[in-house]
Structure formats: structure tokens, C-alpha cells
């Protein structure tokens, strides 16, 4: 328990920059195509064009 208590300064820091990674880990696998393609159709079908 005495670490949290300790790091607390940058315990979010590190948080950021993990989200950064695994977004780019995922940009780069092509994951954002796939996600922007459904969200376009989620969008699409909510307001009737699709």
C-alpha cells in the first residue's frame, strides 16, 4: 500500500501514456477502420438513410 501512497505524482501519467500505446497498437492492427465503419452505420440507421 505504501507505493500508491508514494507515486501517486505519476500514477496517471503512466495510465496516459498506456492508452496512448494500445491506441496506436490498435490504429496500426487496422482496428480503426473497423470501428469507424460501424459507428458511420450506427449513425446512419439512427437517423433513417441508411
Do not use: D, P
Request: proline share 0%.
Amino acid at each position: 500500500m505504501h507505493f500508491w501512497k508514494s507515486n501517486r505524482k505519476f500514477t496517471w501519467l503512466s495510465g496516459v501514456f498506456l492508452a496512448i500505446f494500445f491506441l496506436i497498437i490498435g490504429a496500426l492492427s487496422g482496428q480503426f477502420a473497423v470501428i469507424w465503419r460501424k459507428a458511420v452505420m450506427i449513425c446512419m440507421e439512427c437517423i433513417g438513410i441508411g
